[in-house]
C-alpha cells in the first residue's frame, strides 16, 4: 500500500460523516405489512456504509420478493431504539448495543450473528506519547463512545493490566468529537474501532496500545423486532434478508477493493482506508451461528456493565435470542477470516 498521510482537518470530515449520518427515510409501510401496492415491506434499519451499500454492491438487491423501506441511523443504540418502537423491522449493531437495550429491557431479539477479527478494536495513542503499555494508562485520560464494543474492550484490557475502569479518567466522547480531542491531544488514549483505527493509522497521528484480540468476541448481530418475528409473512422475509447479507459478506471478503471502494463513496472515506479497514476487520467477517458460547460471551459483557452499574439490571442474554435462522452455519467460535499480513 502507498504512504498515505492525513492533517486532523482531512480526518474530521469523512468521520463526521460516519457520526451523523441519519437520513428522513420514508416511513412507508410502517405500522403495516403491505405498501399501497399490496406488496410485503420491510422496515430495515442501516448505518452509512451498511447493509444497503453492501447488499447493492454484492448484487443481492436484483430480485427481491418484497420491498425494503431503508432508515439510516448514526450508531446502534438509536437504531434498537427504533427496533424497539416498532419503527424498524431489523438492523445490524455490534457486540454491545443489543446489551444495554436489553438491560433497558427493550423489545428486541438478536438473530444472527457474524465473528469478525477484533483487531479494528483498539487503544490508540499519539505516535510519540510515553505510554508504552495499558498499565502507563493509570490516571490518564481516555476517550471512549459510552456502550460501544470499544467501552468494553477497554474494561478488558485494563482488567488484563491489573486495573480498573476507575483507575483511568474516562472521558465519554463519540467518534467524531473523540478524534478531535485525540488529535489535539485533550486526551491521552481513545478506545476505537474500524475504520477509525485505520484512519488514525493512516494519518501517522497514532499508534496501537492493544487491540481487541482475546479480549473481546468480535461478534455482530442483526437485530428484530419480536413482532415482525411473530408476524409469519415477516419473519419468512426476515429469514431471506438474512441470507442475503451472509451471501453479501462472502463477496466482501473475495472483493476487498471493489467493496472498499464502494465503501469509501458511501461514507466519505478515502480508499486507503476504507480498504485498511476492510483488510483489518470488516471484510473478515463470517456468518456463524447464534450458540451457546455466543449467548454466554455476551452475558460476560451484560454481567461486567451491571457490575460497573453502567446498565440499570442484570437479566439472562439468552431470553433475547431467536436461533430459528442458524441453520447450518458454523459455531460462533470459528476464526475470521483471514487477509494474511495485511489484515
Known sequence: ??????????????????????SGASAAGQGSNTDGEGSLVLNVGDQKGGAEALLRAAGELGDLPYR???STFTSGPPLLEAVNAEAVDIGSVGNTPPVFAAGADSRITVVSATHGDSAGEAILV????????????????VAVAQGSSAH????????????????????????ADALAAFSSGKVDAWAVWDPYTSQVLLSGKGRVLTDGRGLVNGLGFQVAAPAALADPAKAEAIGDFVERLRRAQGWVFAHPEDWAEVWAKETGLPYEVALAAVKRSNGTRIPVALDDAAVASEQKIADTFAALGLIPRRFRFADFVDTRFNKDLPPSTTPARSYGKAS
Not at 499519539?126 to 485520560?141: A, E, F, I, N, Q
Not at 468494553?152 to 467518534?175: E, H
Open 126 to 141: 499519539p505516535t510519540g506519547s510515553p505510554v508504552r503499555s495499558v498499565r502507563d494508562l493509570k490516571g490518564k485520560k
Open 1 to 22: 500500500m502507498k504512504s498515505f498521510r492525513l492533517s486532523a482537518a482531512a480526518l474530521l470530515v469523512p468521520l463526521a460523516l460516519l457520526a451523523s449520518a441519519c
Open 68 to 70: 425494503i423501506t431503508w
Open 152 to 175: 468494553f474492550q477497554l474494561i478488558s484490557s485494563l482488567g488484563r493490566a491489573g486495573l480498573k475502569l476507575s483507575d483511568v479518567q474516562v472521558t465519554l466522547l463519540q467518534p
